[in-house]
């Protein structure tokens, strides 16, 4: 049985748990299919800060993108790696070289009841334990500090950081 879920900007599509999912963003009627080793990892990964439909759709939106060798993604708010190292993991099971940018100035800021401060050590350990180590670069620091090294070679920005 198909069963059909609107969440935010995009429809979602799927026969069971283990199928791969489609997508379909409404404002462009774009449908990318997420593959159902991704569907795996979202259900892994979820987590109070993203669920497992969030990062469906963060997959999705990887997927859609036509990647140039350059570009990368550039995450702003990283915490632990998870969000990170599944784009990563997203984008090379699709053929893409492409690496993510991590910027977080981790244990340099307070930590707040809105605002958690990202644990370096946990980053590294996720992005280790997977195998992503050139895949996922970690930069200390706050966005505008990073601004200058980004530059234009962004392809996906992701924006977590500072929920205050």
């Known amino acids: 049985m198909t069963w059909s879920r609107r969440i935010g900007g995009y429809r979602e599509w799927t026969m069971n748990q283990d199928e791969p999912v489609t997508i379909v963003f409404n404002s462009a009627e ?15 990964d979820a987590s109070d800060m993203l669920d497992d439909g969030e990062l469906k759709a963060l997959g999705a939106v990887a997927l859609a993108f036509p990647w140039q060798a350059t ?8 915490y632990a790696g998870t969000t990170a190292a599944f784009v990563a993991e997203t984008l090379v099971e699709a053929g893409h070289g492409n ?31 997977r195998g992503l180590e050139s895949r996922c670069l970690p930069l200390i620091g706050y966005s505008y500090d990073a601004a200058a090294v980004v530059g234009d070679r962004v392809g996906l920005l992701i924006i977590d950081g500072n929920h205050e």
């Open 30 to 44: 774009l449908t990318v299919e997420v593959p159902s080793s991704a569907v795996r990892r979202a259900r892994r």
């Open 99 to 129: 690496r993510v940018l991590s910027i977080d100035p981790f244990e340099r800021v307070r930590k707040t009841l809105h605002n958690p401060a990202g644990k370096y050590r946990r980053y590294q350990t996720t992005v280790h334990r």
């Open 71 to 78: 570009a990368f993604v550039v995450e702003i708010g990283s």
